[in-house]
C-alpha cells in the first residue's frame, strides 16, 4: 500500500509550471491592486524605497532638473546624464536606477513587474538546482519509490519545494510593494547553481556583480574558495599545510581575481561616471550607518540610547559610548561568525546551500540593522535544505508559525509606535527592542 499511497501523493502535486503560472497571475493581480489601493488610501501598500528608486530613474534621465549633473571625473567626456544620488536616501548602485528607467517613459510599475520576474525566476532557479544537485543525492528521500518513478517523485517534490518561495507572502508582497530584494536574489542564485556546476568562473563573476549590486554577498567568496580548496584536499585527506597551499592555489586565485576584478571593474565604471557620491551612498556610507528607527537589529536600542542627537556631539560622550555606538564594533561579531563559518564548513560535505544559509544568517542576525527585506536573503535557500534535514513537515509548520508569532509580537509595538505614537523605547528595554530580543532568540535557538 505505500507504494501507492507515494505515487498518489506525487500525482497530487501539481506540475512545476503550474506554480509558476499562478504565481505570476498572483503577482499581477497585486500589482494591479496595489496601482488602485496606492490611489484611494493614505497608507500606502508601495514601499516608500519604490518611491526612491523611480526618482532616482528620473534624475538620470532629466540631468537639468535641479541641476543633478554626474560629477564622475569621466562624465562630461561622454554626454550628459543626471546623478541619481541627487535624490535623498538612495544608496544603491546606478544601475539600480538606470534598469527602472522605464519607469518614466512606460509605466510607473514597470520596476514592480520586474521585480516579480525576478521571483519567478528565482523560483525557476530553485527548482533547477534542487532538480540537479540537491534531490538527487538524497538516497532517504523516498526508499519506497522504484527507479522508474524516481524522477517523478523528484519533480514532484522539487516542485512543491519552489512553491514554498514562490507562494511565500514574505515574498510575493516585498516585491509587488516594490523591493528591490529579488532582483539581488536572482543573482545569488545564479552564483550559487554555476558554483554547484563547478562552472567557476561565471560563479566568480556573478559573485563579483552580487558584491557590487549589495556589498553582503561578498561573504560567499570565503565559502567558495574553501569548498575549491577542499576539492583538492579531500582527496589528499585533511592537512592543514596543504589547505594553506591550495588556497592561493591556481583555481582558488582564479576565482578570486576574476570575481574581485568585476565587482572593481563595475565599480570603476560607476565612479567614473557618478563620482564620489556613488562610492559614499553605496559603500562608505554603510561602514558609519547610525539607524537609530526602530528594525528588528539586537543593537537598534543601544544605537537609540547613545545617538549623538540625545546627548550632544559625538565628542561629548564618554569612550565607553563611542566605542558601543562605533559601527566598527558590531562587524566584529558579524564578520567573524559570517566568515569563518564559510571557511569552515566550505571544507565539508555539507554543501554550499547550506553553507551560505548559515553565513547570511550569522550576518543577518548581528547586523546593524535589520527590516523584514533581510529574511528574504537566507529564506531564499530553506527550500534547498528541507531534503537535507531530517525533521517532519508538522516541525517545518510549527517553526514558521513560531516565526510568524514572534514577528507579529515585534510588528504590534511597532504599529503602537509608527500609527498610535505610543512611546515604546522606555519602560522594560523598549518594548519593541524586547519583542526583537525574542524574535532573534527564536531565530537562533531553531
Given at each position: ?159 512543491l519545494l519552489a512553491a514554498t518561495h514562490l507562494l511565500n507572502p514574505l515574498v510575493f508582497t516585498i516585491s509587488t510593494r516594490g523591493s528591490s530584494e529579488a532582483i539581488l536574489c536572482t543573482f545569488v542564485l545564479l552564483t550559487l547553481f554555476y558554483a554547484l556546476e563547478r562552472r567557476h568562473n561565471a560563479a566568480a563573476v556573478m559573485l563579483g556583480l552580487s558584491a557590487h549590486w549589495k556589498i553582503y554577498p561578498i561573504i560567499y567568496g570565503v565559502s567558495c574558495v574553501s569548498a575549491i580548496t577542499s576539492q583538492r584536499v579531500n582527496a589528499q585527506g585533511w ?9 592561493v592555489g591556481k583555481q582558488a586565485l582564479c576565482f578570486v581575481l576574476l570575481s574581485a576584478g568585476t565587482f572593481i571593474i563595475l565599480g570603476a565604471i560607476c565612479y567614473a561616471m557618478w563620482g564620489y557620491p556613488f562610492l559614499y551612498e553605496a559603500y562608505l556610507y554603510h561602514t558609519d550607518r547610525r ?156
Open positions: 500500500m505505500q507504494p501507492n499511497t507515494s505515487a498518489a501523493w506525487q500525482n497530487s502535486i501539481p506540475r512545476f509550471e503550474t506554480f509558476l503560472v499562478i504565481s505570476a497571475v498572483l503577482r499581477i493581480v497585486l500589482i494591479l491592486y496595489s496601482e488602485w489601493h496606492d490611489a484611494h488610501s493614505i497608507v500606502k501598500y508601495t514601499d516608500i524605497d519604490y518611491r526612491v528608486f523611480s526618482d532616482a530613474a528620473r534624475f538620470i534621465i532629466h540631468p537639468k532638473l535641479q541641476d543633478n549633473i554626474a560629477k564622475g571625473p569621466l562624465a562630461p567626456l561622454f554626454f550628459t546624464v543626471g546623478d541619481p544620488y541627487t535624490r535623498q536616501t538612495y544608496r544603491y548602485t546606478p544601475l539600480l536606477a538606470i534598469l527602472l528607467l522605464p519607469n518614466e517613459w512606460l509605466h510607473p510599475s514597470f520596476g514592480k513587474y520586474l521585480f516579480a520576474a525576478c521571483d519567478l525566476i528565482n523560483g525557476a532557479l530553485i527548482y533547477q538546482i534542487l532538480m540537479s544537485h540537491i534531490l538527487p543525492h538524497v538516497k532517504s528521500l523516498a526508499p519506497d519509490v522504484s527507479a522508474k518513478n524516481s524522477e517523478h517523485f523528484m519533480r514532484a517534490h522539487a516542485s592537512n592543514f599545510a596543504y589547505l594553506l597551499r591550495n588556497l539607524d537609530h528607527r526602530h528594525n528588528f537589529s539586537p543593537y537598534f536600542y543601544l544605537i537609540y540610547l547613545t545617538y549623538s542627537s540625545f546627548g550632544g556631539t559625538s565628542a561629548d560622550l564618554s569612550i565607553w559610548r563611542q566605542l558601543l555606538r562605533s559601527p566598527f564594533t558590531s562587524l566584529i561579531p558579524q564578520l567573524t561568525l559570517s566568515l569563518g563559518t564559510g571557511l569552515v564548513f566550505g571544507q565539508l560535505s555539507v554543501g554550499l546551500p547550506f553553507v551560505w544559509f548559515v553565513q547570511t544568517f550569522t550576518f543577518v542576525l548581528f547586523n546593524r540593522v535589520c527590516t523584514s527585506q533581510y529574511f528574504i536573503w537566507y529564506t531564499l535557500f530553506i527550500p534547498l535544505l528541507v531534503p537535507c534535514i531530517n525533521i517532519s513537515w508538522k516541525k517545518w509548520v510549527m517553526c514558521g508559525a513560531v516565526w510568524m508569532g514572534t514577528q507579529a509580537l515585534w510588528l504590534a509595538e511597532a504599529y503602537k509606535l509608527e500609527f498610535l505614537g505610543d512611546d515604546v523605547f522606555l519602560g522594560f528595554g523598549s518594548e519593541v527592542w524586547f519583542m526583537s530580543l525574542v524574535m532573534h532568540g527564536y531565530l537562533g535557538s531553531s
